[in-house]
């Protein structure tokens, strides 16, 4: 990269392939070139506090997985009910 007058962040597309959102950002300072912050350590309490949280968004993903599945069934169970009845009048 060439060195120029003015910091740069290239702001990269969002990944939400593990369940969780993350963007890389890539900051580009005069004279210095790529800035690479260090990722603090986190502690035992922050993992466990961000398990529990992953756990709990699973958890509520999986009731609105089974409430679109029996929302589903019953339409379908509507729909079929209403040929059944339209093929039965003629």
Do not use: W
């Not at 506090?49 to 009731?63: D, L, V, Y």
């Amino acid at each position: 990269m060439r060195t120029s007058r003015r910091s740069v962040c290239v702001v990269h597309e969002a990944d939400k392939s593990s369940g969780e959102r993350e963007q890389r950002v890539d900051i580009y300072l005069n004279f210095i070139g790529k800035f690479d912050i260090p990722a603090p350590e986190p502690t035992p309490e922050e993992i466990a506090k961000e398990e529990k949280q992953r756990r709990k968004r699973e958890q509520r993903r999986e009731a609105q997985r089974r409430y679109a599945a029996k929302q589903k069934l019953k339409e379908d169970a509507v729909l079929k009910r209403d040929f059944m009845k339209g093929t039965n009048e003629h």
